[in-house]
């Protein structure tokens, strides 16, 4: 067998190896994230940026939104701001939890971020604040079971979980930047989302 038919017949089985190991991990994520209960929020165990595990059980009894990003995600910058200004509205509300999830896989990335930000169009963003607890799924990135178990696609993206872990909104309205000082329709939406849940999980606690 000649040289490069040796190179392409070796190749060839390279491919084979990548498509076959690919489709086992694919399987192995759908089989894990599949024998959970599809209502519930996905019982993560992520680190923060001091090493910390954070666990979603651990915040049982709280509404916590989760915010999904990613370094140089254009949409992920510009909606941080009027992601800002909800969580500042709720700041003083301790059933209401921020959590972000950085999808990238090098931990350093993610890093940087938090502290420098980015720039888009000559203005620099920040992705979070301190509002927010912010883990990562380094170095899995987005290759985390989390992501195929909410059948995430791209970022930005938001869930968010009732205070039994119950999945109250996998889609919520886009939080998109004011107008000429006016917040937009799909901010509004976004906290009338959380404020209707409040309400109604308030009402039931009475009625018990």
């Keep these: 067998m000649g040289k490069n038919k040796w190179r392409l017949f ?16 694919s399987a192995t994520i759908k089989l894990n994230t599949t024998q959970l209960d599809s209502t519930m929020a996905y019982p993560f165990e992520l680190k923060d940026r001091n090493g910390k595990l954070i666990r979603m059980v651990d915040f049982k ?12 995600c254009g949409p992920c910058m510009v909606m941080s701001e009027p992601l800002a200004k909800i969580r500042k509205y709720y700041e003083s509300n301790k059933d209401v939890v921020f959590i972000d999830i950085n999808l990238d896989d090098n931990v350093d990335v993610w890093k940087n971020c938090l502290d420098n930000g980015d720039v888009l169009m000559h203005k620099k963003y920040y ?6 607890i912010s883990l990562s799924t380094a170095p899995k ?4 079971p989390i992501t195929s178990y909410y059948n ?3 970022v930005p993206r938001w869930i968010i979980v009732g205070k ?10 886009r939080p998109l930047p004011e107008k000429n000082g006016i917040e937009s329709a799909g901010s509004l939406r976004f906290k009338a989302l959380i404020n209707e849940y409040l309400l109604s999980s308030s009402k039931k606690t009475k009625e018990r």
Excluded: A, C
Excluded at 127 to 132: E, P
Excluded at 141 to 144: E, K, L, N, R, W
Excluded at 164 to 173: D, F, K, S, T
């Design 10 to 25: 070796m190749l060839g089985i390279l491919i084979v190896l990548i498509s076959v190991t690919f489709q086992n991990v």
């Design 61 to 72: 009894g709280k509404v916590v939104v989760i915010d999904f990003w990613i370094n140089r």
């Design 127 to 132: 992705y979070t604040d301190s509002l927010s």
């Design 141 to 144: 990135g987005f290759y985390h």
């Design 152 to 154: 995430m696609e791209g």
């Design 164 to 173: 039994e872990g119950e999945i109250v909104e996998r889609n919520p309205p």
